[in-house]
């Protein structure tokens, strides 16, 4: 038995060693914020005292994030609420609420990818910078090549919706929306990704190449009465 132990053990340090050790995460910060929520001015819905919520400046979050290990050669990021309610039915009625515990779902809000590995932020405004019903065009930038945001689906149905969407949580949502801002180090300039793609084919085409990632989140309600 304790040759057995001997053995098994010289195979796990030899393993060990020949497994190169993982980067440690990226560290994602945010330009500006209110402690943990999310400015009105980086959203797409404000709250206002009548109406509920009205259009928003929109300006796409100010984010930096430490350099990637040696061999990040690109950089691509991504921004989801996964708690969007899933009856959109539900939204904005004055004689409605839904439930903190209503069934939830993930939306979209920014995708960019092939971002120099010279570039370590991203200034506010930089990939949206006021409301826009058809948002910003399905192309390659000097800071990287926008995909679909949610707005858009995963098709061209709804058209082509490129850039940053900032949150506009529905106003009688009784859970405080969450938004994650993740940063992932890749080992290749340019991922291999359609014309037309979300966040869903960016994990996809980055499968094995991904050197490290950071995520970041921040809250944001247009209902005071709302709760994480």
């Not at 796990?12 to 943990?36: E, M, Q, W, Y």
């Not at 929520?37 to 259009?55: F, H, Q, R, V, Y």
């Not at 991504?78 to 069934?103: G, Q, R």
């Not at 000097?142 to 106003?171: D, K």
Request: proline share 7%; net charge neutral.
């Amino acid at each position: 038995m304790k040759t057995m132990l001997k053995v098994l053990n010289a195979i796990a340090i030899t393993a060990a060693a020949a497994t190169p050790a993982l980067s440690a995460d990226l560290k994602v910060t945010f330009a500006k914020s209110n402690g943990r929520m999310l400015l009105p001015e980086n959203a797409s819905c404000i709250a206002t005292g009548s109406d509920k919520s009205a259009p928003g400046p929109n300006k796409s979050l100010g984010v930096s994030w430490s350099k990637g290990p040696e061999g990040t050669r690109s950089y691509a990021v991504t921004m989801v609420d996964p708690d969007v309610p899933t009856d959109f039915s539900l939204f904005n009625k004055a004689d409605k609420t839904i439930p903190k515990d209503f069934k939830r779902m993930e939306f979209v809000h920014w995708v960019l990818v092939d971002i120099p590995a010279s570039r370590t932020s991203l200034a506010e405004g930089t990939d949206g910078d006021g409301p826009s019903s058809g948002g910003l065009p399905l192309e390659r930038t000097a800071y990287g090549r926008r995909g679909q945001n949610g707005a858009g689906g995963g098709n061209l149905r709804n058209g082509p919706h490129g850039g940053y969407m900032g949150a506009c949580p529905p106003w009688n949502d009784e859970r405080i929306h969450s938004y994650h801002v993740t940063v992932y180090a890749l080992d290749v300039d340019q991922l291999k990704l359609p014309d037309l793609f979300t966040r869903a084919d960016l994990i996809a085409a980055a499968k094995g190449h991904i050197l490290a990632s950071g995520s970041q989140e921040l809250f944001y309600t247009l209902n005071a009465k709302a709760e994480k």
